[in-house]
């Protein structure tokens, strides 16, 4: 599976952006997918993830209530709508793939097999 992300950009504290993972491959439908993020000088960090059918979301504490994941399979793309964006959400976000058959922890890099390259996103004071 290949990943790419989409639709960073600069965008003032309580906007909106929504960020996009597109797959290539047949086998999109039959991984679970993460968003993470990683701000300047820190690690990467879990945001959310989505089961393979879309059933469950799992979001992190920061972010909960704020951003929502949602995938389409059809379109092989999986999304990330994020409001009420604040300074603290500027970040390089990446999308991953998990084989949900592994996946124990939604929140451990480790657990994901496929990455994408990122797509900076940017929340000015």
């Known amino acids: 599976v290949q990943l790419q992300a989409s639709g960073g950009g600069l965008v003032q504290a309580g906007g909106s952006l929504r960020l996009s993972c597109a797959a290539s491959g047949r086998t999109f439908s039959m991984y679970a997918m993460g968003w993470f993020r990683q701000a300047s000088g820190k690690e990467r960090e879990f945001v959310a993830g989505?089961?393979?059918?879309?059933?469950?979301?799992f979001y992190s504490a920061s972010v909960q209530g704020r951003f929502t994941i949602s995938r389409d399979n059809a379109r092989n793309t999986v999304y990330l709508q994020m409001n009420s964006l604040k300074p603290e959400d500027t970040a390089v976000y990446y999308c991953?793939?998990?084989?949900?058959?592994?996946?124990?922890?939604?929140?451990?890099?480790?657990?994901?097999?496929?990455w994408g390259q990122g797509t900076l996103v940017t929340v000015s004071s």
């Open positions: 991953a793939a998990a084989n949900p058959r592994k996946l124990y922890a939604w929140d451990l890099l480790s657990q994901y097999d496929y």
């Open positions: 989505i089961s393979w059918d879309g059933g469950s979301a």
